[in-house]
């Protein structure tokens, strides 16, 4: 029987491209334990890989244990396929996080963290992180009351957002309330729906007035050019 073996290069589903891209294998490390009087052996490879792309680096865990082998058939010849790890992790299901360059450290990182914790399939978190971020906007922003439906109805009161983001806000507060206080747990569908709104919120509080002003100085500058 064979042991699949690595190449110097190899295409693997990039975290920042979002598709597959060429990477090349700039470390790894691999350590294999076996038992002399029974012969099992369990084997566990650390390999970093860089993309050839956008040079964002990847890790990848290969992991293999005599007793329990993956056997495929391949050109005729019965290879071993080891179980395998790659993170930050990828796949179908995998959001990517929006750039969000005016908006202050603290709701990058809620913002970010809740990502994270979609695509490491923690629902209960995201669920609470959607909550956080509308939380973290209005400390930003200076609204203060008694609870968070309160705040979400102050900013449409003060014009920083609509009647239908406001709407949406309570969606997200209503999600986040359910998770945490009824253990309800959400599913793929909704939390995407509810970072998506979120998404629009944020782009709404932080970046459209930038773009708007950054707009408005090269249409000017167009003009007098």
Avoid at 194 to 211: A, G, V
């Amino acid at each position: 029987m064979k042991i699949s073996k690595k190449e110097k290069t190899e295409k693997i589903l990039c975290p920042a491209c979002g598709i597959f891209t060429n990477h090349k294998i700039v470390w790894g490390f691999n350590r294999r334990e076996e038992e002399e009087d029974s012969g099992i052996w369990e084997e566990t490879e650390f390999e970093v890989l860089q993309c050839l792309g956008c040079e964002t680096p990847s890790l990848r865990k290969k992991y293999m244990f005599s007793e329990d082998l993956d056997i495929r058939v391949i050109n005729g010849e019965d290879v071993a396929l080891p179980q395998i790890t790659l993170w930050p992790r990828t796949g179908y299901r995998m959001l990517k996080q929006k750039s969000l360059f005016n908006a202050p450290q603290t709701v990058r990182r809620i913002y970010r963290e809740t990502i994270e914790a979609y695509n490491s399939e923690l629902p209960t978190l995201c669920a609470a992180g959607a909550r956080a971020i509308i939380e973290a906007v209005c400390k930003d922003k200076s609204i203060s009351g008694e609870d968070l439906m309160i705040r979400i109805n102050k900013l449409k009161d003060s014009g920083l957002i609509t009647s239908d983001i406001a709407e949406a806000l309570h969606e997200n507060r209503l999600l986040g309330n359910d998770a945490l206080h009824d253990s309800t747990l959400f599913g793929d569908i909704e939390l995407q729906t509810s970072i998506e709104l979120i998404e629009s919120f944020l782009e709404i509080i932080y970046e459209t007035k930038n773009k708007k002003d950054r707009l408005k100085i090269l249409r000017e500058s167009k003009k007098k050019g």
